[in-house]
């Protein structure tokens, strides 16, 4: 029953006016607009491409100038900073400073064992070369497969690993390395 | 094809001609707009504009609006006149270019919409002198409707456009367009069976 009245809205629709005289004459409006002289669209495109070229030449001169100032002030930045910046590129390879940073940590590494019980000093090694081989194997996996997203986490977490041996050794206390860094 | 030499007074005149007569000074009348000919648009604009006014007025149910979107569909048309190459009929055309305008306005801003509204609501319905009788009560339930049903009912039910040429001409697909007909239908119907509407 509702439908059939639903039904005769839309027949009674049919009835309807579809076609309405404007109060008023819109021609002389549509006139003036189509007989104005048109505006060239290449002004507001070259003052586009004008804005975007200065916003993007902005841009880069501030990120040139931080990322100037970041590299004046590496060599001052402690260890743990320095794997915070570290990307290792396409490749995977470890980046300078990644490098001087492990080997400031192996040689921390060693005072510190030095330090320790023979048997404590054994078990942190071991642990350190099982990490170590997982990062190899990882790293010829990637070889393989640059681009596998499960690979770049594990050798994330075979880095984390080492860091962390290495932090309750030596005693850094930062762990800020995410996959981007990969 | 010499009317179009006369004056733009003549025009109301040319209209009192035959369906054929008609249909052959339209083609005419296109091809030299096409070739940026003034008089002739004028010629498809006094062809045309009751329709497209009629589609903008029952789209927004605001008379300054519909006017507004009547006169920028046709420069828009004229605009783009070398675009037209008769795959539709030039009055579908049109139309199409009349919903996208309506629709392009209303999405400007929402304050504008609610004036809109507001403007509406205080003011007399535009088509209570234009529907009489038990269409005039339909015609004004039709302006309260939700936009997007109101629209979909309009191309549909009013202007006989099937569902795929108004989901088409609303962005909407064929089944959201028959989605909101039957939304309006209903509330339509809720809405006039207390006036004891009889269609």
Redesign the interface.
Known sequence: M?NE????????????????????D??P???A???APKRSKWVPMFAQAAAVVLLVGASSAITYVAVKGQQGLAPAIAPELIFEQTSFGGRYNLGPGFQDARALLAAELDVELARLSPESGNDIQSNLGLVRQAIHDISQALEQEPDNVLLQKKLLMAYREELSVLRRVSGLSRNVMMRNDI | MALLTANCSDYSQMMVTTTEDTVADEAAWITQAQRADRKAFEALYRLHSDKVYGLCLRMTGNVSEAEDCTQDAFIQAWNKMGKFRGDSAFATWLHRIAVNTVLGRMRKSKREQDRIQSVAELSPSPLSTTDTGELRDLSEAIERLPAGARHAFVLHAVYGYSHNETGDMLGIAAGTSKAQLHRARRLLMQQLKQQGFEA
Do not use: C, H, Q, Y
């Open positions: 509702s009245n639903e039904d005769r809205f839309v027949e009674a629709a049919k009835r309807l006016a579809t076609e309405i005289s404007p109060e008023r819109l021609w409006d549509i006139a607009a189509i007989d």
